[in-house]
């Protein structure tokens, strides 16, 4: 029986880079949740029939708000739902799903890479019929449809069974629980040479992928120990947790530190990976040898010729604007265009529906490729290994050499955390404020060529993107960039890219810290970073 039930608007419901995300007491409140996937159905037309593709990363309330999807969906009137098997699906897993099953769209519940459990976050993102993030006009119209809903559509029906495999009906809907690895799998084994890479492995190569206890556990096993012949342990943390084993499933160099010491042990294994919470970040870590994310994302479209799947070569490369311009040197040796996007995946759908670009990056440890239409984690560590097994040399080897070719380019990124609201605003305004006056002055990072809030024209349909982060540039092509997170559920997080571009010939070992100094000095110089925040350290450098 079809239900409809009044509820009130919520104000807080506009989803941010990637989807919305909050706290799960906050999802937690009646009609959270359906007001938010009522907005997300009421914003899009024709579905009546269609098929929608639904999991999540497993993470505290995945099955509650599987469950409330499923009797919305047939409630809404969807055709059929695939869902993955236990609530499961990684969001790369769920993006070759919405394309491989001609789906309208898809619900990811996910926070990514924000920590799971009762206290911690939950969140709801819509996919398109490409595989990819909904864009800003979608976003967009679901966040005005919440501030005026005023009710919702569901089932009324027992809880349906999704850890079985198999084809349920609710009303008229069918609901069939899939295996969410399998076709994710077959996907990968179709694009890298898996026949080489297990036989680098059996021929001794030894490697470490931690899982984080989320959601890439079952996918990483399936392929690196079963397909690619690993040893059983070879994935560490394999288990989804609800609450990720009360980690932080961030890969970075802070929440991934037992990986980053292991990779830098004198018995460290040759290769070591990392992925998030929905399985759609990667970090890299060769042996004694830490990888950038963007650095990664240099190396990956250099040597993307090695896998079978990328052998004809790329169309294009394209990267988040804070990312580092290492990708730019590699894309300007290969002759194809290079794409500088705001940050967050949905600016890449675009470029790779137009086959503009073949590979994407950002520098918060996401990347990926046509495939589909989300980054993603596994993919990044099959080329890499893919590359290794080409190439024959170590990931310090590769590195090394990256840079002799197109130079290092400097890298890091500064994390002021739980900043309240309104000093983050003031920093940003009075930075914004100084940006006309900076161009010609000179600071501890140098001479400023130009200031500017970065804005995007999508070249395939002319969108704009306003306001999408401060650049300061100096006239030896250094910069800083400043920007306020769009996926914290707390308080706000300034986020301080800081770049220095060393050629072939110049000093290309030094510590990341050192060569960085001067403009770390310059970027806390301009935006009194100390003064706005009262803090004079960041909480995280990646
Ligand atoms: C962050 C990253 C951004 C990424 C986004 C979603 O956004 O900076 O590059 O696309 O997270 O990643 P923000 O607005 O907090 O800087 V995930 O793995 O959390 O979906
Ligand atoms: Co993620």
Known sequence: MIQTVSTMPFNDQKPGTSGLRKKVRIFEQPHYAENFIQSV??????????????????RFLNREVIQIALKMAAANGFGRVLVGQGGILSTPAASHLIRSSGAFGGLVLSASHNPGGPDEDFGIKYNVSNGGPAPEKVTDAIHARTLSIDSYRIFEADDVDIDTIGVSQ??????????????????????????AIRAMIAGGFTLAFDSMSAVTGPYAVEIFERRLGAPAGTVMNATPLPDFGHHHPDPNLVHAKDLYDRMMAPDAPDFGAASDGDGDRNLIIGRHCY??????????????????????????????????????????????PLYE??????FFGNLLDAGM??????????????HVREKDGIWAVLLWLNILAARRQSVAQIMAEHWATYGRNYYARHDYEAIAKDRADALMAALRDRLEGLPGTVNSGGTVSSADDFAYTDPTDQSVSRNQGVRILFDDGSRVVFRLSGTGTEG???????????????????????????????AQDVADIAGHTGMDQPSVIT
């Open 41 to 58: 159905f009421d914003s899009l037309d024709g579905f009546a029939g269609e098929t929608l593709v639904l999991g999540g990363d497993g």
């Open 170 to 195: 609710l009303g008229d809907m069918s609901v069939e629980v899939i295996d969410p690895v399998a076709d994710y799998a077959d996907l990968m084994e179709s694009l890298f040479d898996f026949t």
């Open 291 to 336: 990888v950038t994310p963007s650095d990664s994302l240099a190396v990956l479209a250099a040597n993307a010729h090695c896998a079978p799947g990328y052998a004809i070569g790329l169309k294009g490369i394209a990267r988040s604007m804070p990312t580092s311009g290492a990708a730019d040197r590699v894309a300007e040796k290969l002759g194809i």
């Open 341 to 346: 996007t705001p940050t967050g995946w949905k």
């Open 357 to 370: 670009a073949t590979i994407c990056g950002e520098e918060s440890a996401g990347t990926g490729s046509d």
């Open 492 to 522: 706000a997080t300034l986020r301080v890219y800081i770049e220095r571009y060393v050629g072939p010939d110049g000093d290309l070992g030094l510590p990341t810290g050192e060569a960085l100094a001067p403009l770390i000095a310059a």
